[in-house]
């Protein structure tokens, strides 16, 4: 199992810098569409509906590297308060209740993903993206979420802190 979380965490921290790239790109574009505009007169027509994918794919594609360093939001009061066994309690049932959130998630975007890639969705705009390219980051971003959530339990429940691979 130990070898499991430091793979799982090796994806995540990849996952951080598909995140930081794709928010990178997405300053690069934003800073192309300003001066194609702006200083050239020309129309830009991807450059929009780029950014926005691209800061959202990073949204889910990050998230699972967020929970590897414990970024996500909490209120950690009543762990910190009773401590020891209860606070690894608390914080299996919140990662098994997360877990099943995600799972469910990943199902729903799964499913919406399989759908607009099966059928030949496009977006309605001039630049017609495959509308599955804009919503595969969701089911892959969350299924390696649902991977690192597994990894956290086994971490909270065995009280073993695993060295990175």
Avoid: N
């Avoid at 799982?8 to 790109?25: D, F, N, P, Q, Y």
């Avoid at 799964?110 to 599955?132: C, I, N, Q, R």
Wanted: hydrophobic share 55%; proline share 4%.
């Amino acid at each position: 199992m130990k070898r499991y979380v430091s793979i799982v965490e090796a994806l995540s921290r990849l996952c951080g810098v598909a995140s930081m790239l794709l928010i990178a790109a997405s300053t690069l574009v934003v800073s192309q569409m300003v001066f194609m505009r702006y200083v050239l007169g020309a129309s830009t027509a991807w450059q929009t509906e780029f950014v926005v994918y691209a800061m959202i794919a990073s949204t889910f594609i990050g998230a699972p590297y967020v929970l590897l360093l414990k970024g996500h939001v909490s209120v950690d009061l009543l762990p910190l308060m009773i401590g020891g066994l209860g606070k690894r309690v608390l914080d299996v049932i919140a990662a098994v209740l997360s877990l099943m959130f995600c799972a469910l998630l990943g199902w729903s975007g799964w499913h919406h993903f399989y759908e607009a890639l099966s059928k030949g969705w496009t977006t309605d705009t001039v630049w017609a993206l495959p509308l599955w390219i804009p919503l595969l980051p969701l089911p892959l971003g969350v299924a390696i979420l649902c991977l690192q959530y597994i990894a956290e339990i086994y971490k909270s429940w065995s009280g073993v802190e695993v060295q990175p691979a």
